[in-house]
């Protein structure tokens, strides 16, 4: 693919850490994908010096506490950023964004830097904590030369808001999660045994809960489930269905969670633009999934998974079962449409959205 040639530039990241979810792992695929063109420094919540190898990634991984403690942000900051010299500043998390409120107004008005926010989700909380936050969000938006969101679904939610609506249209811009692995696995020869995984946070808004229903109520022993993740329903969730579901626990190795998958299944409250499916189809395995938020635009419901409105666990095994009958046709539509999502073809997105007019 022919990538537009664009100046190499100096891309700061700010993100919070890996263990506060999907949004910092995603932060790290875009890392990835842009230090293709540009320099890229990706500082983050660094507490265990252990999240990110330094040695396998393209991208500089700064371990500098600049936000680790909410107390001691603000000038160490400024003089971080000056010793940086970026071109670009990414905040790639609101949440994090707004220890930096002075900041980011300070480089918005002085135009010191170009600033993008990477909106990963919308507001959790749908309270008044959640609000006023979606408010200063919304207000820090009008000192960003770019908008980026994960999803059409993402982009939709925070465009009512009114500060992002003044931000001009042609600088909202949808660019879905990159996919960052390298390994494919042959999955269109599907043996009889079928082992359907979660894969996630063992979290409320995920619920893994009715994950373990569908193992529970599935009669058929040539089918083993898998829960691969941890999280603060982990221990209750274990006791009420220890021998139903296989628990694997947290594991940092992907591939190895691809390789022990032929079907995933999806049962959260809400998405925008899961990585897990992303990376599932670039191994041509087939996903299962409510329709909700932005997990339609990223599945193609009886193509390359499928999708459900209202959770019935004898449906779920009704897609199962479809799914198994025809096995070699998703799969291979998981290959050909995850290309989309490669790095190269988000790469070439990103430069044309860096290419500041």
Request: proline share 3%.
């Amino acid at each position: 693919m022919k990538i537009e040639k664009l100046k190499r530039m100096k891309v700061l990241i700010i993100s919070p850490n890996p263990v506060f979810g999907g949004a910092a792992t995603a932060n790290m695929a875009i890392a990835e994908v842009l230090s293709n063109n540009h320099e890229v420094i990706y500082c983050d919540e660094y507490l265990d010096g252990k999240m990110i190898e330094k040695k396998t990634v393209n991208y500089i991984v700064d371990d500098y506490k600049i936000h680790g403690n909410k107390f001691n942000i603000g000038f160490k900051f400024f003089r971080y950023v000056k010793q940086i010299n970026p071109d670009t500043i990414i905040w790639g998390n609101y949440m994090v964004s707004i220890y930096y409120i002075l900041a980011i107004m300070y480089f918005g008005i002085f135009k010191k830097y170009k600033q993008c926010y990477i909106f990963h989700s919308t507001a959790l909380e749908k309270n008044f904590k959640g609000e006023a936050i979606d408010w200063i969000v919304s207000f820090l938006t009008i000192f960003m030369d770019r908008l980026i969101f994960v999803s059409n679904y993402t982009k939709n939610s925070w465009g009512t808001k009114f500060f992002v609506k003044l931000l001009k249209k042609e600088k909202h811009i949808v660019i879905h999660n990159p996919i960052m692995l390298n390994v494919n696995i042959d999955k269109n020869s599907k043996s009889d045994f079928c082992k359907i995984s979660y894969v996630g946070r063992v979290s409320s808004e995920k619920q893994p809960d009715l994950f373990c229903e569908i193992a529970a109520g599935d009669s058929k022993i040539e089918r083993k489930y898998y829960l691969w993740g941890d999280g603060p329903l982990e221990n209750s969730i274990k006791a009420k269905y220890h021998g139903t579901v296989e628990f694997k626990g947290f594991e940092s190795n992907m591939t190895n969670i691809y390789f022990n998958t032929d079907i995933l299944i999806l049962t959260s409250k809400f998405e925008n633009c899961p990585m897990v499916i992303l990376e599932a189809k670039k191994m041509g395995i087939p996903c299962i999934a409510p329709r909700v938020g932005g997990i339609p635009e990223i599945v193609s419901n009886t193509i390359d998974g499928e999708l459900y409105d209202t959770f019935s666990i004898d449906y779920i095994h009704k897609m199962i079962d479809k799914i198994i009958k025809n096995y070699d046709s998703y799969s291979k539509s998981c290959l050909k449409n995850s290309q989309e999502y490669e790095s190269l073809s988000t790469l070439k997105k990103w430069n044309k959205t860096l290419m500041f007019n």
